[in-house]
């Protein structure tokens, strides 16, 4: 009498799919004694997220008509700016902002990004350490944190909103630049909105139709195409 495998010993586990988790590259391990650089892995571990992670924030679903005045804080230096600070000075702006106008009176948005991994090699600080350790000897540090390097004219925060909360704007900007080190400069724009056009080209080009909105953008509509899309957009306009 033969007994089945599966009832002696039982069913066997469901195959489960694995699952690919993409790794955050901060963290280093070496595979090789060499001091090549070459022979450095890079996985995640405990310092691989950085501090900020909201880049967005207040009414950021605003159409680009409703919020015509930007105000920029803007890098004097050449510098790395660490994720900390960023979040420091993104959460100043904004309780400022929402403290004073209200929470859906401005769209707020962080234009540089932490992706550069600073290393450090930590020392012994105990008494005798100079016995212990090696010195320079093998000093490629551990990452340490993220940091986002910035150039002199590099815009760090911008804010778009109405003209009548431009006041409260500007002051919240100047409280978020003691958050960085080094200085920087808020400088009141003269575009609409986000967008790459004038205040006074964005209303003539909108009352003649050549512009869509998109968002907190807007497009650009082409006098060239299909003649039927021309005489669509007239057609538009005048009613």
């Known amino acids: 009498m033969s007994i089945k495998r599966d009832q002696y010993w039982g069913a066997r586990p469901k195959k489960t799919k694995w699952v690919a988790v993409p790794l955050v ?43 015509p005045c930007t105000v920029h804080l803007i890098s004097d230096e050449h510098e790395q700016i660490s994720s900390e600070a960023l979040e420091a000075a993104r959460i100043t702006a904004n309780k400022y902002i929402v403290k004073v106008a ?53 815009v760090l925060l911008s804010v778009r909103t109405k003209d009548n909360n431009k006041a409260v704007v500007i002051e919240a900007l100047r409280r978020a630049k003691y958050k960085f080190p080094g200085r920087q400069k808020v400088l009141l724009s003269n575009k609409w909105g986000f967008t790459k056009l004038s205040r006074e080209d964005y209303v003539v080009a909108r009352q003649a139709g050549m512009l869509q909105p998109d968002g907190c953008y807007v497009k650009y509509l082409a006098e060239k195409g299909p003649l039927q899309a021309f005489f669509d957009r007239q057609e538009r306009l005048a009613a």
Do not use: Y
Request: proline fraction near 4%; charge should be positive; glycine fraction near 12%.
């Open 25 to 67: 590259a901060t963290v280093t391990a070496r595979t090789s004694r060499t001091q090549s650089h070459g022979t450095v892995v890079v996985f995640q571990g405990p310092n691989g997220h950085p501090k900020i992670r909201i880049f967005d924030l207040g009414r950021k679903k605003a159409g680009v008509d409703e919020f």
């Open 102 to 154: 209200g929470k859906d009176s401005f769209h707020m948005r962080v234009r540089v990004h932490p992706f550069h991994v600073t290393r450090m090699n930590k020392m012994l600080s105990c008494a005798g350490a100079d016995r212990l350790q090696q010195g320079m000897r093998g000093a490629f540090g551990k990452p340490q944190g993220l940091v986002a390097r910035v150039h002199i004219g590099q």
